[in-house]
């Protein structure tokens, strides 16, 4: 019987699993349903906010993302990324529309701020066509000013809230999401401010 060089079978071995490992995958988690409530709509819901003047911004969800768990191949330059978006139409009266997410771009990592991103479009009406004018910007993060509060007192219960504001915007200064309800509080830079309609 021949005799098998047992130092050869086990560097064969351990490099069959070095390659074998290399083509592992890594597993990649779910956006949390926590987090997710900071966002609680669904395709077609209808954001409905008004002022004391009974103005109001009718904005309906269009666009609506919420990111699944996933895996790739450990060869891929690839991170791990959960997210959660939507979109609205234009409310016709305001001439404006909406996009927010929350996107944890490499792992979700609780601790760090909330990475809250909200885009408000401005537009204007000419000759009957609409024409996108700027974009107000608002980010929770190290370079901006935000508040983060979890006793914020609203028809008689208690909220986590998440405040940002943001001076140098051309029309809006303040935006305000309270978790369990979404879209509470926009603040204009004329201090006009519309509230959101919503049951409870």
């Known amino acids: 019987m021949k005799k098998v060089n047992l130092l050869k ?16 995958q890594i597993d990649c988690p779910a956006f949390p349903n926590d987090i997710a409530n900071w966002f609680p709509y669904s395709p ?3 954001i409905k906010l008004s002022n004391v003047s009974n103005s109001t911004i009718s904005l309906q969800i269009t666009q609506f993302l919420i990111t699944d768990s996933y895996s790739f191949s450990k060869r891929c330059d690839c991170i ?7 979109e609205t139409t234009l409310d016709t009266s305001s001439l404006i529309s909406l996009r927010a997410s929350i996107i944890y ?47 914020v007192k609203i028809n008689e219960k208690y ?19 309270v978790k ?8 204009d830079k004329e201090s006009n401010i519309w509230r959101a309609n919503f049951e409870e």
Not at 80 to 86: L, R, V
Not at 164 to 177: P, W
Not at 180 to 187: F, R
């Open 105 to 151: 771009a490499d792992g979700i990592n609780l601790e760090q701020p909330l990475p809250l991103k909200v885009s408000i479009g401005i537009y204007k009406k000419e000759n009957e066509l609409l024409i996108p004018v700027i974009e107000d910007e608002f980010f929770s993060n190290e370079y901006s000013d935000w508040e983060m509060q979890d006793s």
């Open 9 to 24: 079978l086990n560097s064969f071995i351990l490099i069959i699993s070095i390659l074998l490992s290399g083509c592992g």
């Open 44 to 46: 077609e819901d209808t």
């Open 80 to 86: 791990c990324e959960a997210a959660m978006s939507f």
């Open 159 to 177: 909220y986590n809230a998440l405040t940002i504001k943001n001076s140098e915007n051309s029309k809006f200064q303040e935006i305000i999401f």
């Open 180 to 187: 369990g309800i979404g879209i509470y509080k926009i603040t």
